[in-house]
């Protein structure tokens, strides 16, 4: 998939054609080749793409409209040009659109979104689960192991426990044990998190198409842009705490605590309004085999005049997810802790190093169902939102549709 020729990035320039030279229309893709992830600028691509002929009806003409004028389609929320006999169609509840996957292909709403990430799930269960439930795994596996070294009834931190006047070297080591704990849970947050958005991102657009993938698969075709993941990831988390701490040090430095406080709320609503609009460089990066910079230039476009929509959604997703998570983990949760403690009256005043490895099992447990649930469904949200978008703004449905060898009929 990854060397087919629709996987280009949106700053290459497409294939010149000479308007004065006569030549055949393009052979069709084969449906091996998934075409229609090039980002486009937002209008169909002359020579044959848009506009050619063979989904089952007259070229410039909609299923279930008379013959038109010349000409490609046009993208939604475009007027058609002069000379069309025909108004422009919408989509409405009961209009055609082409579904080989687990999505119609045509803009969709929250619920055709929500239903398509969990349809991914399903239908690709054996590669889905193995890449969550096995990154949930390896993370859990190394913060459970550096919980247990740093913050240990042996730790730094231990010494600091009803302790009211710690020393300097026990507030050394007391931070250098969390700070050792923290590094290693981040890390593995981190990374595990990046493997698992690149190689759920493969699998839902091979979904969308109706195809199938191997783990094999998934891994080849994203292994080549874990790296430039990594930095699009640290680099957008650096853009959203600058986007806090920058309007907070002025006011500290200018010496105004009101300065502060207004620069700590101006700080917060700037760090949402990037967060949603670098939202979805992830799967332009994965899909269209961008730089980090060009994606999350295309993200920033791809999300202006969606804000809202889009803040919305992910809004609604993460609050869902965070439910779900925790409503999976907290019977472990409590369950570890009264195994680890031994009795009620220890489960309540237990403390942050009483860390036995009964209680990391179990609680472990449960962060690997949680984790495992929650992963497929945050990588589908968004590199379906990227697909709508671009649906919406670039007419990409006709692509995917060629691409998935599928040939609408009017009526159908």
């Known amino acids: 998939?990854?060397?087919?020729?629709?996987?280009?990035?949106?700053?290459?320039?497409?294939?010149?054609?000479?308007?004065?030279?006569?030549?055949?229309?393009?052979?069709?893709?084969?449906?091996?080749?998934?075409?229609?992830?090039?980002?486009?600028?937002?209008?169909?691509?002359?020579?044959?793409?848009?506009?050619?002929?063979?989904?089952?009806?007259?070229?410039?003409?909609y299923p279930g409209q008379q013959p038109g004028g010349p000409g490609h389609h046009p993208g939604y929320g475009q007027q058609p040009p002069a000379g069309w006999g025909a108004p422009p169609p919408t989509w409405g509840p009961k209009e055609y659109a082409a579904k080989p996957g687990v999505i119609p292909l045509r803009p969709l709403g929250l619920g055709e979104i929500l239903d398509g990430a969990v349809s991914t799930a399903r239908a690709h269960w054996r590669?889905?689960?193995?890449?969550?439930?096995?990154?949930?795994?390896?993370?859990?596996?190394?913060?459970?192991?550096?919980?247990?070294?740093?913050?240990?009834?042996?730790?730094?931190?231990?010494?600091?426990e009803n302790n009211p006047d710690p020393t300097t070297e026990e507030l050394r080591d007391g931070l250098l044990d969390l700070g050792a704990f923290s590094s290693v849970a981040g890390i593995a947050m981190l990374v595990g998190s990046v493997l698992a958005t690149a190689m759920l991102t493969i699998v839902v657009s091979r979904a969308v198409l109706g195809r199938s993938v191997t783990l094999g698969e998934a891994w080849d075709d994203s292994r080549r842009q874990l790296g430039r993941?990594?930095?699009?990831?640290?680099?957008?988390?650096?853009?959203?705490?600058?986007?806090?701490?920058?309007?907070?040090?002025?006011?500290?430095?200018?010496?105004?605590?009101?300065?502060?406080?207004?620069g700590m709320i101006a700080g917060i609503v700037l760090a949402v309004w990037l967060w949603v609009r670098l939202s979805l460089a992830a799967p332009a990066l994965m899909l269209e085999r961008q730089g980090v910079l060009t994606a999350l230039r295309r993200s920033y476009k791809l999300v202006s005049n969606s804000w809202w929509r889009i803040f919305g959604i992910q809004l609604l997703i993460t609050i869902l997810i965070t439910m779900v998570a925790g409503i999976l983990e907290f019977p472990f949760t409590i369950l570890a802790e009264l195994a680890g403690s031994g009795s009620v009256d220890g489960?309540?005043?237990?403390?942050?190093t009483d860390v036995t490895w009964t209680y990391l099992l179990i609680s472990g447990?449960?962060?690997?169902?949680g984790s495992a649930i929650t992963l497929p469904i945050s990588a589908g949200v968004a590199a379906l939102l990227y697909i709508d978008l671009r649906i919406r703004r670039e007419a990409l449905d006709l692509e995917l549709a060629r691409a998935a060898g599928i040939t609408p009929h009017p009526g159908s």
């Open 365 to 369: 447990i449960g962060g690997v169902l």
């Open 1 to 61: 998939m990854s060397d087919a020729p629709g996987w280009t990035s949106p700053g290459s320039q497409p294939p010149e054609h000479d308007p004065d030279t006569t030549t055949a229309p393009p052979a069709q893709p084969q449906p091996s080749q998934p075409q229609g992830w090039t980002a486009g600028p937002g209008v169909p691509p002359q020579g044959g793409s848009y506009g050619q002929p063979g989904y089952g009806q007259q070229p410039g003409s």
């Open 229 to 262: 993941l990594l930095g699009l990831t640290l680099l957008t988390g650096l853009i959203i705490v600058a986007a806090v701490c920058v309007p907070v040090l002025l006011g500290v430095l200018l010496g105004s605590p009101a300065v502060a406080i207004l």
């Open 347 to 352: 489960f309540i005043s237990g403390s942050l």
């Open 127 to 160: 590669t889905v689960l193995a890449i969550s439930l096995g990154i949930a795994i390896v993370i859990q596996l190394l913060s459970g192991f550096a919980m247990k070294l740093w913050l240990s009834e042996s730790s730094g931190i231990a010494a600091l």
